[in-house]
């Protein structure tokens, strides 16, 4: 019997039943990140951790400040005593700096956690920006329009992911050219 590494497990705990449809994206982009972590060398268990844990920050028992990478990393931080490249990275995915700024949440952000930048960065970018909400696949560009859509017109997320977006779609393809080579 193969046991399940905390990182699945505490994001199965948190995510499976309060918010099954963010439990199967987490669980899509872990999978992903386990398929592409080769490309990270030495941090792969950084990135595979980080990719299953990126959402817990939804988790109705974490919510506080409504900025769900802030919450999710500071839980971590606090509670699970996890690393702290692990806690940046879920901090920092997929370019949340924009929306903790856009929430007046960036001074917070950056007091408490390190930014996380270059392939490391773009590979958690790439797991959770090329995953739908269901954990299936999907290229880049259809993954935004799905949560400009989702979101609506005036919402802080589409906002901020509408800022993000050219960021996002760079290390996407950068990610994704490094995988047919």
Same mark, same amino acid.
């Given at each position: 019997?193969? *046991?399940?590494? %905390? %990182?699945?497990? !505490?994001?199965?705990?948190? !995510?499976?039943?309060?918010?099954? +449809?963010? %439990?199967?994206?987490?669980? &899509?982009?872990? +999978?992903? $990140?386990?398929?592409?972590?080769?490309?990270?060398? $030495?941090?792969?268990?950084?990135?595979?951790?980080?990719? %299953?844990?990126?959402?817990? &920050?939804?988790?109705?028992?974490?919510?506080?400040? &409504?900025? =769900?990478?802030?919450? &999710?990393?500071?839980?971590? +931080? /606090?509670?699970?005593?996890?690393?702290?490249?692990?806690? *940046?990275?879920? #901090?920092? =995915? *997929?370019?949340?700096?924009?929306?903790?700024?856009?929430?007046? !949440?960036?001074?917070?952000?950056? #007091?408490?956690?390190?930014?996380?930048?270059? !392939?490391?960065? /773009?590979?958690?970018?790439?797991?959770?920006?090329?995953?739908?909400?269901?954990?299936?696949?999907?290229?880049?560009?259809?993954?935004?329009?799905?949560?400009?859509?989702?979101?609506?017109?005036?919402?802080?997320?589409?906002? *901020?992911?509408?800022?993000?977006?050219?960021?996002?779609?760079?290390?996407?393809?950068?990610?994704?050219?490094?995988?047919?080579?």
């Amino acid at each position: 019997m193969t *046991s399940v590494p %905390w %990182w699945q497990g !505490l994001a199965e705990q948190l !995510l499976a039943e309060p918010l099954p +449809r963010r %439990w199967a994206h987490s669980q &899509g982009v872990g +999978r992903k $990140a386990e398929s592409i972590a080769h490309l990270v060398g $030495a941090d792969a268990e950084v990135l595979i951790s980080a990719a %299953w844990l990126h959402d817990i &920050g939804y988790a109705p028992a974490l919510v506080k400040t &409504g900025l =769900h990478s802030l919450d &999710g990393a500071r839980h971590l +931080r /606090d509670v699970e005593q996890a690393d702290p490249r692990v806690c *940046s990275l879920v #901090a920092y =995915h *997929s370019c949340a700096q924009i929306e903790a700024r856009n929430r007046g !949440l960036d001074d917070e952000l950056t #007091a408490e956690f390190d930014p996380v930048d270059g !392939l490391l960065a /773009d590979a958690l970018i790439y797991c959770d920006m090329t995953t739908t909400p269901d954990g299936e696949p999907a290229d880049v560009e259809k993954r935004l329009s799905e949560i400009l859509s989702r979101y609506g017109p005036g919402d802080v997320v589409t906002e *901020s992911i509408t800022e993000a977006a050219p960021r996002i779609v760079t290390a996407a393809h950068r990610i994704g050219a490094l995988l047919v080579t």
